[in-house]
């Protein structure tokens, strides 16, 4: 039955007798049977045959059974259907032709992680924990991570674990005592695949340290497994074995030529100083650097962070606040000038920090670290009388920095000392009269219910707050957080725990 030959049409074929349809008809039906069958299969390459044109012209059953057969003979001969014939003399190229379009991607199958080759022979599922704990850890330990922009992270974080056998396992070991101890909240049972990656780790550092060249031993990725290791032993309660990594950590900054050299990975920089800062605030030792010791380094300038201020659109109400409630610190007690700098400086990133949260922009780390560096060093190296207001506004403005900063609780660690300290300045303020305002002792008493405070304080502590809030006449969490604002305040950070504290308390 001759038809016109336009691939748009619908051609319809009727078949009586026992007659057979002529090759151009078996073309022509073996190409519908085919549509869409092969769309999106990809085939191992094979050698080509050669086209048996006699097997073209054999004689195929009408029923439907013999269609199939056909197909599927189609199939495996090259992984696509016969062409559409619209003459008998067809160049070969249309039956096998070159496809140039780009390839179907092909369905994922297996783990994200299992075509990808790392430093040391180690399992999928290993490496996703890694990597879940690190897309975890940021919003764990900077509660300001929304509003920090880390620059080059994958690149400093992530690449090493495909170079460094020590990173990967060091990471492996830290992730794994997070989900196998910290997360369940079990306080002294470690696994036995925790530890064996933290052997590992040990292990490999030691023949670096012996074997390897200078390069390697410097490298950013040996002070990231020194600063592993130290964290798990701070973690974990061995505070002499912490502080000896830290020390080994002080070696390799010396033997490069100072902290400085750090600063083209600030995000790296920030961790050990976080380190050595959350050893030093919970043990009370001295910290490792910036120590006032002959041979540290001066402590960090402060950071000019009046210059993000005088970018942002003026808030005279605002202006007027911080002006104010400074003067009244300054005209109500006298306090020591260092310190009122540390405090001017911590009212300055607040102010930065919650813009920033307004208003969906991000700082840079730098400005995280040179704040942090600055301020705590600074006031742990101060000096003043135990019952001073001195020392008691230093105490606050350390549990103030350690819920900005440091955010150590989170892993399961308290500040013990600091806490002690602080807990002694409010049984001293309730048993002689103060010359500090009620408001300010209200902020106090939250700064400490945000960072260093926790369940046994209790019973002193919601009583205490409660009298303040009634001698203060805050009557709402919408005047708390006004009154707290004009003092130190990050809404980000401190809004949803003093949330909770304030509703305790009333």
């Known amino acids: 039955m001759p038809y016109p030959n336009k691939p748009s049409e619908l051609h319809f074929m009727v078949k009586t007798g026992v007659d057979k349809f002529n090759p151009e008809d078996r073309r022509l039906i073996r190409s519908h049977v085919m549509k869409g069958k092969n769309l999106g299969k990809i085939r191992p390459p094979r050698r080509r045959r050669d086209l048996n044109w006699a097997d073209l012209r054999q004689d195929v059953s009408p029923s439907l059974s013999s269609f199939s057969d056909t197909a599927s003979h189609n199939k495996d001969r090259d992984g696509s259907s016969l062409p559409r014939a619209s003459s008998y003399i067809t160049p070969i190229s249309e039956y096998y032709p070159i496809v140039r379009s780009p ?171 976080r380190c050595d800062l959350g050893i030093a605030v919970h043990s009370g030792a001295k910290p490792i650097f910036f120590n006032s010791a002959p041979s540290s380094e001066p402590c960090l300038p402060y950071p000019a962070l009046t210059l993000f201020l005088e970018t942002r659109k003026p808030d005279p109400a605002t202006k007027s606040s911080r002006r104010a409630h400074s003067a009244t610190i300054a005209h109500d007690i006298e306090i020591d000038g260092e310190l009122a700098t540390a405090w001017i400086v911590l009212s300055d990133f607040c102010s930065v920090v919650n813009f920033a949260a307004d208003s969906e922009q991000r700082i840079t780390v730098g400005t995280f670290l040179d704040t942090m560096g600055s301020v705590m060093y600074r006031l742990l190296d101060m000096h003043f009388e135990v019952a001073s207001n001195d020392e008691t506004i230093r105490l606050g403005l350390l549990c103030f920095s350690c819920s900005v900063f440091l955010q150590w609780q989170h892993l399961g660690m308290s500040y013990s000392h600091l806490a002690s300290l602080f807990r002694g300045c409010f049984v001293r303020l309730t048993a002689t009269s103060s010359q500090l305002s009620p408001q300010l002792v209200l902020w106090l008493l939250m700064a400490g219910s945000v960072s260093v405070f926790d369940g046994s304080d209790d019973v002193w502590f919601t009583s205490l707050l409660h009298e303040t809030i009634g001698t203060c006449k805050v009557e709402s969490w919408s005047e708390m957080r006004d009154l707290l604002i004009s003092f130190l305040w990050i809404g980000l950070a401190h809004d949803k725990t003093g949330k909770r504290v304030f509703d305790s308390a009333v």
Not at 121 to 147: D, N, R
Not at 205 to 218: A, C, F, K, T, V
Request: charged share 20%; proline share 4%.
């Open 103 to 273: 390839a179907p991607i092909p369905h994922k199958f297996g783990s994200v992680v299992s075509a990808i080759s790392f430093a040391d022979s180690v399992k999928p599922a290993t490496i996703e924990i890694v990597l879940q704990f690190s897309s975890i850890a940021k919003q764990l330990l900077f509660p300001l991570e929304t509003c920090i922009f880390f620059e080059k992270r994958a690149e400093n974080w992530i690449a090493p674990l495909a170079v460094d056998p020590a990173y990967l396992h060091a990471k492996i070991f830290t992730s794994l005592y997070y989900f196998d101890v910290i997360l369940p909240q079990r306080s002294s049972h470690e696994s036995q695949r925790t530890l064996h990656h933290h052997h590992k780790a040990l292990s490999l550092l030691r023949e670096r340290i012996l074997y390897g060249n200078n390069d390697s031993q410097l490298s950013n990725n040996t002070v990231s497994v020194v600063l592993s290791l130290a964290g798990h032993a701070f973690w974990t309660g061995d505070l002499k074995s912490a502080t000896n990594h830290m020390e080994g950590m002080r070696k390799i900054a010396n033997l490069r030529g100072g902290l400085n050299i750090f600063r083209d990975n600030e995000k790296l920089l920030a961790e050990i100083l």
